[in-house]
């Protein structure tokens, strides 16, 4: 079974401070990880895959099998950064079924 | 281009009852992934629709079942309703997504919100 771990509802950082919200973990082979972003009145998109490696509005996530992690990083928060953050999982080879975490909520303040 | 879909914004049910909830995909997506919300967890997949066949199922027992029509458009039906089934219902569309290797960002809708008393 696949599953995923946010442990935080909720994190609060200072504008400028650097921003890690976690995410574990669970399955047995080789997944493909996303973050999914919901800003508020707006609907959910991808913000970044470990695939792509890339940087999106400032954010990276590496995955690391060893850890069974994919935490989402950002040097400095910004307060349009203010969002709910879903970590979610896809077998790699398989069909469209993601598995999503029970989200975290970023709270910048100014 | 137009972005997906949902119909009705939210409604009100009653235990027993039966619902149909409606989407319309992006434009050119051929696939279509219904996920349920519950208050304070991140979406849980239904089942997938690729040309007009249920090609994936979650953890939903068959009263949850749906439609894909020729058009891409999407319905989720669910019969018998419980408590339980009190929701934000999202759809996802997304292009090209039969092929099993590869994986195509889904375009979420806003969502139906179902409540059930």
């Known amino acids: 079974a696949q599953r995923v771990t946010q442990p935080e509802k909720l994190l609060s950082v200072f504008k400028g401070a650097p921003v890690e919200l976690k995410c574990n973990y669970s399955?047995?082979?080789?997944?493909?990880l996303f973050w999914y972003v919901q800003y508020s009145r707006h609907r959910l998109q991808l913000l970044l895959r470990?695939?792509s490696r890339e940087s999106i509005k400032g954010f990276t996530a590496d995955l690391n099998k060893g850890e069974t992690s994919f935490h989402l990083k950002k040097p400095f928060a910004q307060e349009e950064d203010s969002a709910m953050y879903y970590c979610?999982?896809?077998?790699?080879?398989?069909?469209?079924?993601?598995?999503f975490g029970t989200g975290t909520k970023l709270q910048v303040i100014p | 281009e137009t972005g997906v879909t949902q119909s009705p914004t939210h409604l009100i049910k009653t235990r027993g009852q039966q619902v149909t909830l409606r989407c319309s995909s992006q434009?050119?997506?051929?696939?279509v992934s219904w996920y349920q919300q519950a208050l304070g967890q991140g979406p849980q997949f239904i089942f997938q629709?690729?040309?007009?066949?249920?090609?994936g199922r979650g953890n939903f027992p068959p009263r949850f079942s749906g439609l894909q029509f020729p058009n891409y458009s999407s319905e989720l039906n669910v019969n018998a309703l419980e408590l339980d089934d009190s929701a934000l219902y999202l759809c996802?569309?997304?292009?090209?997504?039969?092929?099993?290797?590869?994986?195509?960002?889904?375009?979420f809708g806003p969502g139906t919100r179902l409540t059930v008393l």
């Open positions: 996802a569309s997304s292009p090209h997504s039969g092929a099993q290797f590869s994986y195509n960002e889904q375009f």
């Open positions: 470990h695939i």
């Open positions: 629709y690729y040309r007009e066949e249920e090609n």
């Open positions: 399955y047995s082979g080789s997944p493909e």
């Open positions: 979610a999982l896809r077998r790699s080879g398989g069909y469209q079924k993601v598995t």
């Open positions: 434009s050119g997506h051929n696939t």
